[in-house]
């Protein structure tokens, strides 16, 4: 096992006072990049590593200190062209983050995966250790419903491979999801920006990568549905896509509670009833 300490910024804080859920993508990006450049890895970072996809479970605010985040992660699966890299995040001793990551090799020129290295296989073995998987959240394709909002792209979003970094992934979809839930229901306003008696926090966030984000001028777009609905939760799914040919780039599904009591611990509460019958009317299920 890996373990490093991932130091926070107060720019990481958001209007609620905690870290922002986006940011806890780019506490794992960090860990594993350390933890790529501590063996023969390292050249991984250099030639071309993308991320597949994301799991995220939030089990806990991350509040601003001095003492950071501890990271710990090792390798939950391994292939020939792909692995899995899992984490535990805790700061202080309370776990506040569970993840999982799946990575593939890639080489840009050719626009395709490649193999790992036996070196690579050999230092990623090295790290291997058995993990419950954490439950997939299914979502269907949403097609041509839900709310479609724009999604500009900024120059410094990109990575060193020259494409939008995975992470950035993160805010565009909370962007999205913030705009289009607040125009369907002053219910689920955001803290600090508007009248509402519920705090929303995210209990999940899953990603998938399925096409790389060139960088351009001309804003893409994300489309934002309702899913499913639980007793005081809703999961959305979100798909950031090209609105002139229609090429999709990622697919997210993310589980919101509503809760009670900002300005203290939060208190899980039930969807208000015309809430619920807002968010009904705009599901969308597998066809």
Known sequence: MFATIIGLRWSDLDAQGHVNNALVADYLQEARAEFFRAGPCSDLLDSGVVVVGHQIRYDAPISYSDDGVRVSLWISQLG?????????????DTRVATARTVLCPFDFDAGSPVRLSQADREWLGSHRAET??????????LGEAGTVTPCPIRWSDLDSYGHVNNV???????QARITATTAWDPAMTRSGAGESSLTWLIARQDVDYVNQIPHRIRPYAVR?????????????????????????FARGRTILVAATGADEVPTKTDLPETL??????RLVTAR
């Open 80 to 92: 020939g062209a792909r692995f899995k890299v899992a984490y535990d995040l805790h700061q202080g």
């Open 132 to 141: 419950e998987p954490l439950r997939e959240l299914d979502a269907p394709e």
């Open 168 to 174: 950035k992934v993160f805010d565009y979809l909370m």
């Open 224 to 248: 934002t549905a309702p899913v499913a609905l639980g007793r005081s939760s809703i999961t959305l799914a979100g798909e950031v896509f090209d609105p002139d040919d229609g090429t999709l």
């Open 276 to 281: 619920r019958a807002t968010l009904t009317a």
